[in-house]
T-cell receptor, first 117, second 115 residues
Framework: GAVVSQHPSRVICKSGTSVKIECRSLDFQATTMFWYRQFPKQSLMLMATSNEGSKATYEQGVEKDKFLINHASLTLSTLTVTSAHPEDSSFYIC????WGAGGETQYFGPGTRLLVL | AQSVSQHNHHVILSEAASLELGCNYSYGGTVNLFWYVQYPGQHLQLLLKYFSGDPLVKGIKGFEAEFIKSKFSFNLRKPSVQWSDTAEYFCAVNARNTGGFKTIFGAGTRLFVKA
C-alpha cells in the first residue's frame, strides 16, 4: 500500500530557532502534498498545498514566510517552521496524493510533534 | 468553500452498544466524503469513503456510513462497538476549490467505549 513517512517524529527546539520537517512518499510519486496542523483535542487544519516544482498554496491566515514549504521532488516535501515560538507547538501532519490519482486520494503520514520551549 | 460539522465532541458508550456519529457538510457541488479514525498515539487511518454510487458504504472493522444528499449528511454507524473502537473519529469532505481539490476535516468526535 501507499506509505508516507515523516521525519522527525518528535522535535523539541528553543524559541527563535528553525525546524525542518520532512514528508516522504516511500513507494509512490506524489505530485501534490498537503500540510496540516492539529492542535490538542482539535481537528486537522489544512495549512498549505504543495505541488512539485511550484510554489505552495497557503490557506488563509497561514504565514508563508513563517512556514516555508519546499516540494523539490516527487517523493519529498519539507516544511520549515522559521523562528519558532511556543505557540507553534503542535502536531504537523502531511499527506500525499499519488501521481495520476484523483483529487480525492491522499495518504497520511504519521505526524511530527513539535514542542517549542 | 466547503465546511464540515460533527455534532458530538465526546461520546461514551458501553461495549455492544450501537454507534451513530453525525456529520453534516456544506458545499454546493460534487463532494467526496470520508471518515477517518485516529487511535490513541497513532496516525490517521481511512475507515471508509464515498465517491459515487450506492450511498451506503461499508468500511473496515464493521463500520458503515450513509450519504444522504438531501440532508448533506454522511453519518457513521456501527451496530455493536468494542472497547478497541475507542478513538477519535473525523469526518472529511473533499471537493474542488479554486486551485484544486482540498480536504476539509470536521472537529472530530472522541469516542470512549467502556469495557
Amino acid at each position: 500500500g501507499a506509505v508516507v513517512s515523516q521525519h522527525p517524529s518528535r522535535v523539541i527546539c528553543k524559541s527563535g530557532t528553525s525546524v525542518k520537517i520532512e514528508c516522504r512518499s516511500l513507494d509512490f510519486q506524489a505530485t501534490t502534498m498537503f500540510w496540516y496542523r492539529q492542535f490538542p483535542k482539535q481537528s486537522l487544519m489544512l495549512m498549505a498545498t504543495s505541488n512539485e516544482g511550484s510554489k505552495a498554496t497557503y490557506e488563509q491566515g497561514v504565514e508563508k514566510d513563517k512556514f516555508l514549504i519546499n516540494h523539490a521532488s516527487l517523493t519529498l516535501s519539507t516544511l520549515t517552521v522559521t523562528s519558532a515560538h511556543p505557540e507553534d507547538s503542535s502536531f504537523y501532519i502531511c499527506s500525499a496524493r499519488p501521481w495520476g490519482a484523483g483529487g480525492e486520494t491522499q495518504y497520511f503520514g504519521p505526524g511530527t510533534r513539535l514542542l517549542v520551549l | 468553500a466547503q465546511s464540515v460539522s460533527q455534532h458530538n465532541h465526546h461520546v461514551i458508550l458501553s461495549e455492544a452498544a450501537s454507534l451513530e456519529l453525525g456529520c453534516n457538510y456544506s458545499y454546493g457541488g460534487t463532494v467526496n466524503l470520508f471518515w477517518y479514525v485516529q487511535y490513541p498515539g497513532q496516525h490517521l487511518q481511512l475507515l471508509l469513503k464515498y465517491f459515487s454510487g450506492d450511498p451506503l458504504v461499508k468500511g473496515i472493522k464493521g463500520f458503515e456510513a450513509e450519504f444522504i444528499k438531501s440532508k448533506f449528511s454522511f453519518n457513521l454507524r456501527k451496530p455493536s462497538v468494542q472497547w478497541s473502537d475507542t478513538a477519535e473519529y473525523f469526518c472529511a469532505v473533499n471537493a474542488r476549490n479554486t486551485g484544486g481539490f482540498k480536504t476539509i476535516f470536521g472537529a472530530g468526535t472522541r469516542l470512549f467505549v467502556k469495557a
